[in-house]
Structure formats: structure tokens, C-alpha cells
């Protein structure tokens, strides 16, 4: 039963048969099969490698050991093995004398009888073994069909039987009996025939499992005895009865070798002449049944026989007959064929009669058209455009897929790519050893702007440093390929995309190439290059496998994850329209749907008489294989053409009507446009030698006809590049205005416009792309016999298309036709003229039977041969382009030819003027009928089966060629119509498609899933079905669930790559690293491919850059010189006495403050003019100055970060699982709190050692510090604390590369409900988790926390060492306090060369975090500093900002706080805003050193989640939809105010920071009277400055017996300010006092306390309350005038 071979009928009408006979041939016992109550005769167990699979049944073309001739003995050809499909052994058991082959049985039936194994034993066959062909398929596909496979074990064996093997043969014999004469068997039918009829007989046991059944199926009968071996063959012989002798069946009494025999005996005696099928039954042995089934039609078994031949087993008997001559018998019947003798002498009489002068008016017309172009005074046509190079959105969706995918590889927690680590992209395509493939390759390459974007090459590029980034996968390729191993090994920090583009080509594994190196030299190093170790374990190679047929990487064992394939999405798809295409892409099933009815012309065809005259001549040259026949016969034809068209109009006879409608569109179309550009016609030829001997045919034929001048005949080899005649080269140079004299094409592309016909050899495709010019693609030759899915949707492909979508193809009325079947409009006609096939389709005469006259007079009225020659009337507007229209549905090009036209014809024509309009004048085109019309024909003999078509004589023809402009001004229409040219229509048109008949039947049938038959074959050569219990696939499957279809029910062949690749169902066995991406041909992958490169290095650029604030430093013009500066330029630390006499810069200049209210000093006079425009409070974090910054190695990095040095910091490590850390509490009293503070430790396993436990595991007692004297190097000695909220993914916390590899100790501190988060992320951090109270507090009480807790951990620390001898006051004091956005950190260098001169240089560099540490750390003196900070990082900074080493001034965001010094200053716990500021002045006022590093400086990174972004103030009412504005935040005490979701600090630091004027009116913006701030800074925003004064005794304080201030700000104060304290201000009057208290009682207490109303009035109404609940404790202000 050949596998690849489709019937003509769908096969739901074939199951319907099937089901009709079942029921009613057998009458008694026909119910009886449907149940099979004995136990199943030969399970199939597993599917081992060694037990014969049911994939051999779908398996069209297999490997080296097709078992062709089995004999007695032996199993299979010798060089069996693993190489083919077939390998599987089959045991023959010995019953009785063997079986002798009759000597001239192939003479005798014209065909090679082939026999399939059924079941049982089959005996052994001596004598004239070359004249059959036996198969163990059927045997496979039998004991497949028994073994329930494991999607049905689920229903129980006991109750579910599988089908008994009588009813196999029976459903066989059914199966045969409905076949048609001219359609194959194909194993999946059967198969599929055999799975219905078992679920039919166990509906009621599947309906228990399953809700609802896959097909409706009518009630099973009940159970009745089943089909008993005595009756099988009188039931088979039954059901043969009924199909006129198809089918025969041979009963034997003791073995199949009496049955064989008589088969053999009944063939010689030509008996079995009208007999297909041979059924041969042995009944007797013991209940079980032997069986075989020979195929003895001449077509079936040629047919099939061919297809258990192998690709190359194919190619080898190809050339075997022709080396050995066996044509010639083939060459010498052609020429009998011809009346006037041989073609060749018609030839060489036709070339001496055209010397000297030429007598053919088509030849003179094109030799002076040629002649004008040269001269260059020719028009341009416009309709010429080489397009520009552009993406497309859906190449740009498909390359975005690709990066999303890449992305979540890196993502994952598998840790299989590190995207972070990687500072650039590299690439090597790898493509099939094709010349044109490669060069188109390097096209696509150096025209996308690939290798400049990755910066792997610069501007002027040559070839040669492309083609290092294509490798051609041929035996020179390993040199190259182990150089980009190398390079990837070389460069870690380089991710290397190796493409492997065309990935369904060579799939087979390299240890069964080296067993069979005899085999293809080119197959097998896909498997030894891109799967070796290297490229699977490289951690920075990712594999992208490139396709439009993915399916043999789609098994049980393939390594590509299902996760990891990217489909190019469907036209119709969700979303598609997101992408708006100008073009609309016509691929396979666009071309189908083009032969159902309501198209005008089906753009898929078969040459019916084409096809009768090749089965005519298998009947008479048996021993030739058909592609050799076809070959010829195909020749012969565009031979004839070619000479008909050239004015021999006799030849017409001899071609058929499609051969002579290509022919004279491929010569008229240049006549059409001023400039010569003609179209391509496609000759796909798989067999290279074949090709070769087509190629000289034509090439001599065109020679003697001389039209070398008119087009090109072209051999493409994938071995070898293009050879075009140096004619047509210049002609091509002057069309695409290519300078270059040593320019040659070197793809396909290149000959756009090109009148030629391109012989495309080669057994598969490589991925070459064809020009739009193509208009005919005839692919009659393609090995029909041997089809899978894979190869039959690869050649089609060929003619994959994109069309303009302005004009969409339009369902035209279609002609009525005789006879409106699909399938019987295979001959087609001119342009959109549909022709009748001739009279009946072909399936439905006997091969024998004569066309009568009457309806080949028919079919000629609208024949190409009379109506295509002379294309004139309709204007050569039509481009001479004929139905290769394939757009015949949506253009125009009808009354083209003087014809007689038919009635139906004309009834067409108004249709297609609409289509005339576009550019060609008056649509009315008349119609003059020069030729005669045509005589019937004197039948043709019966085996000369070509279209012969008797039109006009020669010189009618000749005339009628000629008139390109000049026969039709006679009608008066044509002369308004410019020629038009045939590119002009390319652009809207898909080339037609010429198919065999055999292969067209698959295509067009659909089977009973919707789905053609076709994508139901078995998906490629190499894989093989799992079990033949499979379901169809259903047109609705994405190619997603497709995906998962091949998954699960293919397996790899033993000669596939991925054979043994991986333990079946281990979803570890994907490699991570590995993609495919896969669409439909010529869709343009390639281009995706390389915008997915071009993306992905951007990606990383970006993933190695990072967006840092980039802000100068604000107030400078405020900052007067003081009275002193730093002297000494150049040192490295500051020296504590000259540091001491520096003046405190009041002053902010962090730029983040720059919407911050002004601190006053006695030193500057601010006029309002000095500051700039205050922000709006939305632009605050949308228009802060960023610049792009690259990552160095010294960064501190977030979660996303993965590198193999970070695996252990981060604790992804192996040895520290997630879960090995411990929680500790940690206590201490704070009276400010008035409780005991409860804090919580997460120590990792990894960080124990940086404590001290009371033991091991027990309490934890403290943190260890190091000591002051410490000089080691290899740590950092201050622990460093980062609190951090909302920031668990984005927070930079990795301070791995920061600190260089230096051991430190880094504490996150975190809020309790985060802590889970945190820990997830962070799993090897410290914790500090601080109390659930603190849940909503800001940053201040984590400052505060920090502070505290580690000020009560030095003094533990003091006395755990004191008791080992060690002086307080050498525990180290200090911590950092750091923000979690702090990103990298900046070191200035100074020339020193002038000290204070004017040469002052510095320039600045990245440095780690670890070296500005511990050159801090070494300062001398350092312990007698409160606070150490540095810069703000900026690209603005001067050199008045870093000539001065050391500053007295406030510290941000990174600093270096001493413990111990600040013991007594605390920061503000309930702060949200400002609070180092606060804390800053604090520690000044109490006579405190801060000292600003200017020479060092911090870049800080734009996070745009988290940090004090994460607090949202809304109102507590449920659904109240309004925003709320910060003047919202105050309100009057008792009111009806809406109350507010927020902290009241947080309201209140808000209020002032908008509102302040309110309390403030006097003022604002007048810096010389600002607001007195008592011990703390409030931000009043910008427009309002004031003056910061500390209560405490003896703190320094500025001066203030200059200023009269505007206003008096008391916020919480404590019992150090007192009435006389106040009472040294001097106030304006008019100026306004604010107090703000916990609560209305203790504000009260205030106002008298401070005895307030002395000076200052107060009215009820200047009461508010923060917009609070009373349990949310809000906080009350007074305000009041003074006096």
C-alpha cells in the first residue's frame, strides 16, 4: 500500500463506503466484526527501536534499505542498517517449496507487480526477482493497527479489544474494492479506516471515559459472534464481487505459496488484465489467517513500487538507465511520432530556411526591439521597481516574539542565560550547500544593516568579511564552524545567535553518516556541528532553528522545548490587524482555495493530456521509472512549443495545451513593454542528471528556432552558481542600473524581468527565493510518487507569493464551463479565458478510450494554442502573460486573441472589462477572428496522448505571431492602448502551478478533518507515526496545537538526529538554549531573523546601560566664597585641624531638592530672582535629567542580574538551598519609644559568621565589628545597611561587583510584610525586618532603626572585647547608611601639576565601591568625623565643584555615618521626606563634623517603582473616585471633611511642602525674612526660605540678630525650647507662627508653656487637623499673627 500517495476522493466519502459495505455485504455475520470477543491474535508491545513501526505505513521514500526485493532469505538489501525508513527486519518463516517468479513477467504486465505482506507467514520467492517488488507496510500498518496504543489504554484491555485480524482484511478488501481506477492506496487511509471502525465497535466503553466522542458515530451494535477465519474468504470473495474484477481473491488450502503461484500463473495467461488487486488468503493454519495483497493494475504498481524506492535509491536507477541507454528506446519512439520525420530534421530545415533572412516576423520584431534598447532610445517602463529593503510589521511582531522568547529564557530560575553579562551580539547563519541560497543570504545580510547595527563590521563592508558571519553546511564547513566555537569560547561576554535557517534539511544523525559514508557527502552536519558538545554547553550560544516545515523537529525526542517555538502569526489571527501589510501574502492554502468554485481561474492546475500520455507510455516501457518518462514527455512538449510559436504551427499536435500557453506568454511577453522584460517560467526538475538533459534539449531546440536573443534557458544546481548569457546580463545592468562591468547574477532575484525559463534541480529546495516576474511555476515533474507532507508542501512553496492587497482577488463569475468540477478544469486557457479539460476528466475513461471528436472541437474553441499566439486584440496591455495569470481572479486580460470564441466565452466578457479598465483605454475590445475555424480531429492513436491540436496552417500563424502592434489597429481600439508590461501585473498575481495529476488529487482533497489530505501524510522522511491509533488533524489546530500533535504522535526514525536524543517525557531533556521559529515559505523569516539580531543587541546595550540622574548641583550662584578654603589641593584625606576652620555650607545642593524650601545662613542675601522656576509637583519625577549610562564591572546590579560569579552571592548556589537561613529576634530598650524595641534578623546560613551567638544556634548576642587598627585589605569594616521598599525585583542590592569581591557585611532593611518578598529574591541577604508598627513609616524610622540598633550593637560589641583586652574606643564606630538606587561610583582625578594655578585638570573614572571604602576607611583621624558623604554624580559638574578635595556641607544618599560621635542625634522617626537634611543640620548644630569626598561620586539610578513612590494617599471613603490634592490633606478640626488612607506626618510633609503660603503668606519669596524652623527643617516649599536654629545648649547656631523673620515654625517641640528662647527673635509684624502638636491638649499646653500669647493672637478658626481618623492619630496646628 504506497504510502505517500493521495487519493482523488476525500476520505471521508471512502470511510463512508467502507461503513455502507460493512453493514450491508455480509449480511449474517457483518455485525459480527464490529465486536471482537477473542483475545487479540499478535499484540505489538512498546515501541522499541527494533519493533517494526506503523510509521512505515505513511513512508513514501525511505533510506538505503527499502527491503525492494525481499526474497526467501533475506530481510532486507544489503545495506540495511539504520539508514532508511524501512529498517525495519522482518522474519520470514519457511512454509513449504518457495514460490519461483515466471521470467517474463514484467514484458508481460508492464508493471512490476507489488506484493505486501499481510499477515502470517509468507513464503519464499526464488527465480525473477527483479520483476516484483515485496513490502512488509501493510504487516507494519496491521500490527500497529493491534497494539492499543496508550491514549486507549485508559479504557481498559479487559473490555477493549483490538481489532482481530480477519476484520483487518476484510476492512482491507472493502477498502480496495471502492477504490477508482485511477486513484493509489494510501496506508493512512487504511489505517485511519481500521481506528473508526474500532471505535465504532467499542463506542459504549470509550463513552464511559470520554463525555463526547471525537466523530459522531451511529450505535454500535450489540455484541454478535465475530468474523470466523472459515468465513473470511467467502465474505472477501463477496465483497470482490461487486467491482467488475478490481479486485480478485485467491483462497488457499495449505499455505500462500499455492496462492502466489496461481497469482503468477493467472498474470502470465493475462487473465488478471483488468485487475488491480490481488487478495490471497490462507485460512487454515490453526484459527490464525496468513495473508498477502499484490497490486497488479500497471499504474497502482508502478506507482507504487516507485514510492518504496529512497530519495537516493530514486536518483541512482535514474541514472543507471540513463548511463546505460535504456532511453534511447524512449528518444527513437518520439521521433516516430512526428508526420514529417524526425523533430531534429523539421529543426535544422526550419534553422537554414531562417539564415539569411528572416522570415519570421516574431523573430524580426524582437531582434529590432533588442537593437533599440541597446541604443538606449527605447522608454522606460515604469512598471520596473526593484524594492527598497524594509521590515515589515510582521517581520517586526515575529522579531519581537523571538526577543520576549529569548527574554524568558533568561528570566526563568533555571539560570540558563544571562543576558546582564553580555555586552554584545555575534551571529553565524547556517544554510543548505546552495550557491544561490548563500548568496542570497549574504544579500539579505549586507542590505539589512545587521553587522553595522551589532558593530561587528564598520561602514564600508566588503563581501568577504560578510560571508564569515553565512556558513554553507558542506565538508569545508567545519573549519569555519570551529572558528566561531572558538570566538564564542574567547568571548564570554558576547551572546552568539547561531541561525540554523532551511532546518529541515539534513536531519540525520552523524553517527549513521559515518556508518554509511558512501551515502550524500553532504548529509548529517547539521547533527555533527550545531549538536555538538560545544554549541550545548556554551553558555553563551543560543541555537535558532528557521523553517517553514518544522515538523520532523516536532517528535516525542526533539530537544526544542514546546514553550520555545515561534510561530509566525496567521493573516486571520487575533491581533493581525495590529500589523497592517500593504501586500497580502498567497501561500498553499490560498492557491487550493483558488480551484473551489466561484473563482474564475484555479491557479493550481494538471495537465490532463500530459498525464495520458505519459501512463500510455509506462504501459510501453515497463522497465523505464516514470520521472524518466515524464521527463521526456515534458521536453518533448516545450520542444513542440516552442516550434509552434516560432510559426512550425504543425507541431502543435505534439504538445498540450498548457506547455503551448507557458510558451507563448514566456515569448510574448517582451513584446509587450518597451523595455524587453518578459517572465520566468519555473521547470523544477529534481533529478540533476535529468535537468541536465532537459537544459540541453531546449537549449538546442532555441538555437535552431534561433530565440537565443528572446530568452534564457537557465540550469539551477545547488552545487553550482548561475550562468546567464552575457546578452541577457547587459540587459539586466541596463534595467537595474548597475554600473559594475564585472556584475553577474547570483540569485534568483536578480534576473527580475528576465524573459527565461529557470530548470531548478535538486532534490529538495534549499530555500531559494524566486523573482516576482515568475508567472509559471510547472512542477508536472516533481517526484509524485514518493510524497511526504514535508516535500510536497516544500515544492509548493516555490510559488509562494506576495500580492499587492489594493486589489484583492475578486470571486468572478466563472465561465460555463461543460463541466464545472474543479478538477476538470485543468487545462486552462489565455489569460482568464477558463478552458474545458478536453471531454471527460481523465478518471473517468478508460486509459484506451478516444476523445470524440465532438468534444475536442470543444475544448479547441478556447484552446491556448489558437488563442494565445497572437495576443492582440486584447491589447498588449495584457503583458502576453497568459492564464499564468494566476490572479486570473482579479485581473483583466480576456479578449486577448483573435479566436473563435465559443458561447460562453462571450457571455464572460463584460465581466472582464472591469478588469481591462485599469490603465488600457476604452474597455469595449472588438474581437476579429482571423484563423478558420477548427476541424475535428482524426483520432490520435491510442498511445499518443497529447492535446493535438489542429488550428490555423503555418503561415496563418506565422502572421497572426507577428501582429504584436499591427494586425489589430483594424479594430480601432488598440491604437489608444500603451504596451503594458508583464512586471506591471506581478505585483498583484501569484504564479499558476502546474501539478501531476496524482499529487494535484492530494492537494485539493480535504479529508474528514477539513484539512487537505496532503497535511495528513506522514510529516517527513526521517520521523515515523507512534502508533497508527492517531486522530486527523482538524483545520481549526493552530500551528501551536499542530506543534503538539507531532509531539505526541511522531517519533524519530533511528537515522534522525534526535534519535535516542533523550529519555521519552523527560522535560529535561529540552535543551534551554534552543529555539524555532517556523512560517510559511517565503514569508520573509529571513528579514525577521535579522530585525530579532538587531533588537536583541540593542536590548543588551540597553540591559549594559542604565538611565543615571544627571542633574548639576543647584543654589550654586547662592554659595558666596567664604573667608576660607581648603589649602591643600591635592590631599587624599582631609586634615582634621585645617578641616575644623572650613565654614558649614548651610546651603542644599542636591538637585532632588531643588523643589525644597532654602536654608539661610548669615552668609548669603537671596534675591527672589536667583532661583529658578519651581516644578510642578507631577513634573517632579517625569522631567528630572537622566543620561544613559554603561554599566562598568563595578556596578551594583538588581534581581535580574545573573552571572556565574554572582551564583554563590545570590545563593542559587547548590550549597545554599532557599530555605537555609534562620530568623532571630534582637531587643533593645529606647526610652524615646518608651518601649523595648523588638527587631527581627533572616540570617542566611552562608552570612553566621559576621555574628556572635550564645551558641551554636542559640541567641543571637551581637554583630561582630572589626577594630580601628585593622589594615587587611581583603574586607570592608563598615557594615552597610540599605533600607529599601517596594524595590524587591528592581532594587540595586547585588553589590557583588561593586564591593570587587571584597567580604563585607550588607544588611537589607525591610518592612515586615515585605520581608516574604524580599526573601524570595534575595534568599542570601541579611534582613533587618523592622517592626509591624513601622509598616507605613517612612524612610526616617528605618534611618532611626539603623541608627539606633547599631549604635546598642557597638556598645555589645565594646563589651564582649573588652573582656578580651581590646579598648573601647577601638571598636570600629561606623556604618553606611545607602540607598538601594545607588548604581555605580565615580572617582575624580586631579593634575596636580598647578595647585591653584590656572592649568587645573581632573578627569574621572568608574571605580568600585570597595576602593572608595577603603581609601575612607584609612583617613587619618577618620573617628572624629560624624558624617563622611560624596557627590551626586553629574556630567555638568566643573572644576569649581572637585578642585576643593573636601567640603563642609550636607551629605546624601550614600553616607558614612559614626555611631558613636552622633550617639545623642537622632534622626526623626516619623519623617517621610527631607529627613537627611534634618538629620544633617542636627548633627551640625551640635558642633559635629560632615565632610563631602568631592573627588568621589555616586551615580544614582532612575527606578521608577518603589522607594517613596510607593505611598499613595487616597480617601477612606469606599468608591470615591476623585483624585485627592494635597490641599485636601488639612482640615478644620470636627469637620465633614472627607477623611484620608494616609499617615499623618506624611499629609502634614505634603501640606507644607504645596500649601505652606496658607501659613506663611508673608513669606513667600522673601528670602530676606524667612521662616524660623526650632530643631527640625520642614520643606515649605520652594518659594519660602528658612532659618534653622537648635534649641539644645551649647549648639552652634547661626546668627540671627540680623534677620527679622516672616514667620515661626514649632513642630513637636520638646521642653528645650522655652518662652526665653523664643523670646531672642525679632519678628515682622504681621509675620504668622505655626505649632503643631500630637494632639489638641498638648498644643494648648504649648501655647502656654511658651507663654505664645504674649506676642502672637490666635483666633478659633486658625485651628486645623491633618484629614485623619482619630484612630489614625492625626496631628493639630495653631496658627497665629504677631503683634
Not at 811 to 821: F, L, N, Q, Y
Not at 894 to 899: G, H, K, L, N, T
Not at 1124 to 1138: A, I, K, R, T, V
Request: some cysteine; overall charge neutral; hydrophobic content about 35%.
Amino acid at each position: 500500500m504506497g504510502p505517500a500517495v493521495f487519493n482523488g476522493k476525500d476520505s471521508p466519502k471512502h470511510q463512508q463506503v467502507v461503513k455502507n459495505k460493512l453493514l450491508a455485504v455480509t449480511r449474517p455475520s457483518a455485525l459480527g466484526i464490529l465486536s471482537n470477543s477473542g483475545p487479540p491474535k499478535k499484540r505489538h508491545k512498546g515501541w522499541s527501536p527494533e519493533s517494526p513501526s506503523a510509521t512505515d505505513g505513511g513512508y513514501p521514500q525511505g533510506g538505503g534499505n527499502r527491503a525492494k526485493y525481499e526474497s526467501a532469505g533475506m530481510s532486507c538489501m544489503p545495506q540495511a542498517g539504520l539508514v532508511g525508513p524501512a529498517s525495519v527486519t522482518f522474519p520470514v518463516v519457511a512454509s513449504g517449496e518457495p514460490v519461483s517468479v515466471p521470467d517474463n513477467l514484467l514484458k508481460i504486465c508492464k508493471a512490476k507487480p507489488v506484493i505486501f505482506k499481510g499477515h502470517g507467514n509468507f513464503p519464499y520467492l526464488c527465480g525473477n526477482l527483479n520483476d516484483v517488488v515485496v513490502s512488509p507496510l501493510l504487516h507494519t500498518c496491521y500490527q500497529s493497527s493491534q497494539s492499543l496504543s496508550r491514549a486507549h489504554e485508559q479504557y481498559g484491555a479487559s473490555t477493549v479489544q483490538p481489532i482481530s485480524e480477519e476484520t483487518q482484511l476484510l476492512l482491507t478488501v472493502y477498502y480496495l474494492v471502492q477504490l477508482a481506477a485511477d486513484q493509489v492506496p494510501l496506508m493512512e487511509d487504511l489505517e485511519q479506516i481500521f481506528l473508526r471502525s474500532w471505535r465504532e465497535s467499542h463506542l459504549t466503553e470509550i463513552r464511559q471515559y470520554q463525555q463526547a466522542a471525537p466523530q459522531p458515530f451511529p450505535p454500535a451494535p450489540g455484541a454478535v459472534a465475530p468474523v470466523s477465519s472459515a468465513q473470511l474468504p467467502w465474505l472477501a470473495g463477496l465483497a470482490a464481487s461487486s467491482c467488475n474484477d478490481s479486485v480478485h481473491v485467491i483462497e488457499c488450502t495449505y499455505s500462500l505459496a499455492e496462492g502466489l503461484s496461481e497469482m503468477f500463473r493467472l498474470l502470465v495467461e493475462g487473465k488478471l488484465a483488468k485487475t488491480n488487486y490481488v487478495v490471497i488468503i490462507c485460512a487454515c493454519r490453526n484459527a490464525a489467517i496468513d495473508s498477502c495483497i499484490a497490486v497488479t493494475g500497471k499504474y497502482q504498481a508502478r506507482i507504487l513500487s516507485e514510492s518504496l524506492l529512497s530519495p537516493a535509491e530514486y536518483q541512482k536507477e535514474v541514472n543507471y538507465e540513463l548511463v546505460t541507454g535504456q532511453v534511447d528506446s524512449l528518444g527513437a519512439f518520439f521521433s516516430t511520432l512526428c508526420p514529417e520525420g524526425d523533430i531534429d530534421v523539421l529543426l535544422d530545415r526550419f534553422h537554414q530556411e531562417s539564415q539569411g533572412h528572416i522570415s519570421s516576423s516574431l523573430t524580426a520584431t524582437s531582434v529590432t526591439k533588442s537593437a533599440s534598447l541597446d541604443v538606449g532610445g527605447a522608454p522606460v517602463c515604469t512598471s520596473y521597481s526593484l524594492e527598497p529593503h524594509h521590515v515589515r510589521p510582521f517581520q517586526l511582531a515575529v522579531a519581537q516574539k523571538l526577543l520576549s522568547h529569548v527574554c524568558s529564557i533568561a528570566d526563568s530560575s533555571t539560570q540558563n542565560l544571562d543576558l546582564g553579562s553580555f555586552e554584545k551580539v555575534d551571529f553565524l547563519i547556517c544554510i543548505p550547500p546552495s550557491e544561490v541560497t548563500y548568496q542570497q543570504t549574504l544579500f539579505h545580510v549586507w542590505h539589512s544593516g545587521v553587522l553595522l547595527e551589532l558593530g561587528l563590521e564598520k561602514e564600508r563592508m566588503t563581501k568577504q568579511q560578510v560571508e564569515q558571519y553565512v556558513l554553507k553546511l558542506d565538508a569545508e564547513a567545519q573549519t569555519k564552524f570551529k572558528s566561531f566555537l572558538q570566538s564564542s569560547f574567547q568571548n564570554p561576554h558576547t551572546l552568539f545567535v547561531l541561525i540554523h535557517d532551511h532546518a529541515h534539511w539534513d536531519l540525520m544523525s552523524s553517527a549513521v553518516r559515518n556508518l554509511y559514508s558512501q551515502s550524500d557527502p553532504t548529509s548529517g552536519w547539521v547533527d555533527r556541528l550545531l549538536n555538538c558538545r560545544e554549541v550545548k554547553e556554551a553558555p553563551n550560544i543560543v541555537t535558532l532553528h528557521v523553517t517553514s516545515f518544522p515538523y520532523a523537529l516536532q517528535t516525542q525526542h526533539t530537544l526544542i522545548s514546546p514553550y520555545n517555538e515561534i510561530h509566525w502569526p496567521a493573516s486571520h489571527s487575533d491581533g493581525a490587524d495590529l500589523y497592517p501589510e500593504s501586500k497580502k501574502y498567497f501561500g498553499l492554502p490560498e492557491f487550493i482555495e483558488s480551484t473551489l468554485s466561484g473563482h474564475s481561474l484555479p491557479l493550481l492546475r494538471y495537465d490532463s493530456s500530459f498525464e495520458a500520455m505519459v501512463t500510455a507510455l509506462g504501459k510501453r516501457f515497463p522497465r523505464l521509472h516514470s520521472a524518466v518518462i515524464r521527463t521526456f514527455v515534458l521536453v518533448q512538449h516545450y520542444a513542440a512549443a516552442m516550434m509552434a510559436v516560432s510559426g512550425l504551427s504543425q507541431m502543435k499536435s505534439y504538445t498540450s495545451v498548457e506547455t503551448l500557453e507557458i510558451t507563448q506568454n514566456l515569448l510574448n511577453a517582451p513584446k509587450q513593454c518597451p523595455c524587453g522584460h518578459g517572465l520566468m517560467v519555473l521547470l523544477r526538475v529534481p533529478c540533476s542528471p535529468l535537468a541536465a538533459l532537459a537544459y540541453e534539449r531546449l537549449a538546442h531546440v532555441r538555437a535552431r528556432l534561433a530565440l537565443e536573443q528572446h530568452f534564457e534557458i537557465i540550469l539551477g544546481s545547488p552545487s553550482s552558481s548561475l550562468t546567464v548569457g552575457k546578452h541577457f546580463v547587459k540587459q539586466l545592468k541596463m534595467w537595474q542600473k548597475i554600473e559594475d562591468a564585472e556584475w553577474r547574477p547570483q540569485t534568483y532575484l536578480e534576473l527580475e524581468g528576465l524573459p527565461c525559463i529557470l530548470i531548478f534541480s535538486g532534490m529538495d529546495p534549499h530555500g531559494e527565493s524566486l523573482p516576482r516576474s515568475l508567472r509559471y511555476c510547472d512542477l508536472r515533474l516533481i517526484n509524485s510518487s514518493c510524497l511526504v507532507r514535508t516535500a510536497l508542501e516544500q515544492e509548493l512553496g516555490l510559488a509562494a507569493y506576495f500580492v499587492s492587497s489594493e486589489g484583492p482577488p475578486e470571486k468572478g463569475p466563472r465561465s460555463e464551463a461543460v463541466e464545472s468540477d474543479a478538477e476538470k478544469l485543468s487545462s486552462t486557457d489565455n489569460e482568464d479565458e477558463e478552458l474545458v479539460t478536453e471531454g471527460r476528466p481523465l478518471e473517468k475513461r478508460s486509459p484506451s478510450e478516444k476523445r470524440s471528436p465532438v468534444k475536442r472541437e470543444r475544448s479547441r474553441s478556447h484552446d491556448s494554442a489558437s488563442s494565445g499566439l497572437s495576443s492582440k486584440a486584447s491589447g498588449s496591455a495584457l503583458g502576453g502573460e497568459t492564464s499564468a495569470q494566476p490572479g486570473g481572479p482579479w485581473q483583466g486580460e480576456r479578449a486577448r486573441s483573435p479566436q473563435p470564441c465559443s458561447p460562453s466565452e462571450e457571455g464572460r466578457a463584460p465581466g472582464d472589462k472591469q478588469r481591462l479598465r485599469a490603465g488600457q483605454g476604452p474597455s469595449g475590445v472588438s474581437r476579429h477572428s482571423p484563423g478558420p475555424a477548427p476541424q475535428p480531429d482524426s483520432g490520435p492513436k491510442p498511445s499518443q496522448r497529447s492535446v493535438q491540436v489542429q488550428v490555423a496552417s503555418s503561415s496563418q500563424l506565422s502572421s497572426s505571431g507577428s501582429s504584436s502592434s499591427s494586425a489589430v489597429p483594424a479594430a480601432g481600439t488598440r491604437a489608444l492602448q500603451p504596451p503594458r508590461c508583464s512586471m506591471a501585473k506581478a505585483c498583484r498575481q501569484p504564479p499558476v502551478v502546474f501539478l501531476p495529476k496524482l499529487v494535484y488529487d492530494m492537494v485539493t482533497a480535504t479529508d474528514s478533518g477539513g484539512l487537505p489530505k496532503a497535511a495528513s501524510l506522514l510529516p517527513s522522511h526521517s520521523v515515523m507515526w507512534a502508533s497508527s491509533f492517531r486522530p486527523l488533524l482538524s483545520k481549526t489546530m493552530t500551528s501551536t496545537e499542530q506543534s503538539l500533535y507531532y509531539r505526541q504522535w511522531t517519533v524519530p526514525r533511528p537515522s534522525h538526529m534526535d534519535y535516542g536524543g533523550r529519555a521519552e517525557g523527560r522535560v529535561d531533556g529540552f535543551h534551554p538554549r534552543r529555539l524555532l521559529l517556523s512560517g510559511p515559505p517565503q514569508i520573509g523569516k529571513t528579514g525577521a531573523y535579522l530585525q530579532f539580531l538587531s533588537i536583541l543587541s540593542r536590548m543588551l546595550v540597553r540591559l549594559t546601560e542604565v538611565d543615571v540622574y544627571d542633574e548639576g548641583e543647584i543654589n550654586i550662584n547662592l554659595r558666596e566664597e567664604p573667608d576660607w578654603h581648603y589649602p591643600q589641593l591635592s590631599d587624599p584625606w582631609p586634615d582634621l585641624e585645617l578641616f575644623k576652620k572650613l565654614p558649614f555650607d548651610y546651603i542644599i545642593h542636591d538637585p532632588k531638592y531643588e523643589d525644597a524650601s532654602l536654608i539661610c545662613s548669615h552668609h548669603q542675601s537671596v534675591k527672589s530672582e536667583d532661583r529658578g522656576a519651581p516644578r510642578r509637583p507631577e513634573d517632579l519625577y517625569v522631567r528630572r535629567q537622566t543620561a544613559r549610562m554603561r554599566l562598568s564591572k563595578y556596578a551594583a546590579y538588581n534581581t535580574y542580574h545573573h552571572c556565574e560569579q554572582c551564583h554563590q552571592y545570590m545563593g542559587f548556589h547548590p550549597r545554599y538551598q532557599l530555605y537555609e537561613s534562620t530568623l532571630h529576634a534582637f531587643a533593645f530598650s529606647y526610652s524615646m519609644l518608651g518601649e523595648e524595641v523588638r527587631l527581627h534578623f533572616i540570617i542566611p546560613k552562608s552570612k553566621e559568621h559576621h555574628f556572635v551567638f550564645s551558641q551554636p544556634g542559640g541567641q543571637l548576642e551581637s554583630m561582630r565589628l572589626p577594630l580601628v587598627t585593622d589594615q587587611s585589605h581583603e574586607y570592608i569594616k563598615s557594615p552597610t545597611f540599605t533600607p529599601t521598599t517596594g524595590r524587591h525585583e528592581h532594587g540595586l542590592l547585588n553589590l557583588y561587583h561593586a564591593m570587587d569581591g571584597a567580604s563585607h557585611l550588607h544588611v537589607l532593611v525591610v518592612k515586615e510584610y515585605e520581608m516574604p518578598v524580599y526573601k524570595k529574591y534575595w534568599p542570601n541577604h541579611i534582613m533587618l525586618v523592622l517592626p509591624s508598627i513601622f509598616n507605613s513609616a517612612g524612610v526616617g524610622a528605618a534611618h532611626f532603626l539603623i541608627k539606633e540598633l547599631s549604635y546598642h550593637n557597638l556598645e555589645l560589641e565594646r563589651t564582649r572585647q573588652e573582656e578580651l583586652g581590646i579598648k573601647p574606643q577601638d571598636i570600629w564606630p561606623f556604618i553606611v547608611i545607602s540607598d538601594d538606587s545607588c548604581v555605580m561610583w565615580n572617582v575624580v582625578d586631579v593634575d596636580g601639576g598647578g595647585e591653584r594655578s590656572r592649568e587645573f585638570s581632573w578627569s574621572e573614572r568608574n571605580v568600585s565601591l570597595r576602593y572608595i571604602m577603603q581609601h575612607i576607611e584609612a583617613a587619618p583621624n577618620i573617628t572624629h568625623y560624624a558624617l563622611i558623604g560624596m557627590r551626586k554624580w553629574s556630567s555638568k559638574t566643573g572644576s569649581r565643584e572637585v578642585r576643593e578635595p573636601f567640603s563642609r556641607c550636607h551629605v546624601h544618599d550614600f553616607i558614612v555615618l559614626n555611631v558613636d560621635l552622633t550617639q545623642n542625634v537622632q534622626y526623626n522617626q516619623n519623617r517621610f521626606l527631607c529627613d537627611d537634611v534634618d538629620f544633617n543640620l542636627r548633627v551640625h548644630s551640635a558642633g559635629l563634623l560632615l565632610c563631602r569626598f568631592n573627588r568621589f561620586s555616586v551615580m544614582k539610578k532612575q527606578i521608577a517603582v518603589g522607594g517613596h513612590r510607593s505611598f499613595h494617599i487616597t480617601s477612606k471613603a469606599p468608591d470615591s473616585p476623585v483624585a485627592v490634592v494635597p490641599a485636601q490633606y488639612v482640615c478644620a478640626p470636627d469637620s465633614k471633611h472627607a477623611l484620608l488612607a494616609a499617615p499623618a506626618q506624611l499629609l502634614l510633609e505634603k501640606f507644607l511642602q504645596h500649601h505652606s503660603r496658607r501659613f506663611f503668606p508673608l513669606s513667600l519669596q522673601n528670602h530676606g525674612h524667612p521662616v524660623l524652623s526650632v530643631d527640625c527643617y520642614l520643606n515649605l516649599g520652594p518659594q519660602i526660605s528658612v532659618c534653622y536654629v537648635s534649641s539644645r545648649p551649647h549648639s552652634l547656631n547661626i546668627s540671627c540678630s540680623d534677620f527679622r523673620f516672616s514667620g515661626l515654625l514649632l513642630y513637636l517641640c520638646d521642653s528645650f525650647v522655652g518662652a526665653s528662647f523664643l523670646k531672642k527673635f525679632h519678628f515682622l509684624t504681621g509675620a504668622t507662627l505655626c505649632v503643631i502638636c500630637q494632639d489638641r491638649n498638648s498644643l494648648r499646653q504649648t501655647v502656654v508653656r511658651l507663654e505664645l500669647e504674649d506676642q502672637w493672637r490666635f483666633r478659633l478658626r486658625d485651628e486645623f487637623q491633618t484629614a485623619n481618623a482619630k484612630e489614625d492619630r492625626p496631628l493639630f496646628f495653631l496658627t497665629g499673627r504677631h503683634i
